[in-house]
């Protein structure tokens, strides 16, 4: 993508962002494995230490969300260069403050420089 005024002003933006609000999670990327002798499923974990900014989802929007949404759940806001795989898998999950949350939904802001996930507590 060609960087322009537009582009440019969302970076600074989202920088200033980031520099007012940021915390440090992590980002585990979740590969699993069946076994079919023994019917068993195994998980290897790989992390990646990530800014992002977090919120929590409020009650008016759990409540206007006709079960989309619940109480606990969270937004992350990550930067695109900042995580390992795009788009999020939702095999994946984010780790703050020793709370393991997985990844329910993601939306890409438009000029692909943020990622929004949606997470809930696993």
Avoid: K
Avoid at 34 to 45: F, G, H, K
Avoid at 58 to 77: I, K, N, T
């Amino acid at each position: 993508m060609t960087a322009n005024f537009s582009t440019e002003l969302l970076s600074d933006d989202l920088a200033a962002v980031f520099d007012d609000w940021q915390e440090q999670v992590t980002y585990r990327q979740v590969a699993s494995t069946l076994d079919p002798a023994t019917e068993t499923r195994s998980e290897t974990p790989t992390d990646t230490l990530v800014a992002a900014v977090v919120r929590s989802i409020s009650s008016r929007e759990v409540a206007d969300a006709a079960g989309m949404y619940r109480v606990g759940d969270v937004w992350v806001l990550v930067r695109d260069s900042d995580i390992p795989e795009r788009p999020p898998r939702r095999t994946s999950r984010i780790v703050r403050a020793g709370e393991v949350y997985s990844i329910v939904g993601y939306q890409r802001s438009g000029y692909g420089l943020s990622w929004q996930l949606h997470c809930r507590r696993a």
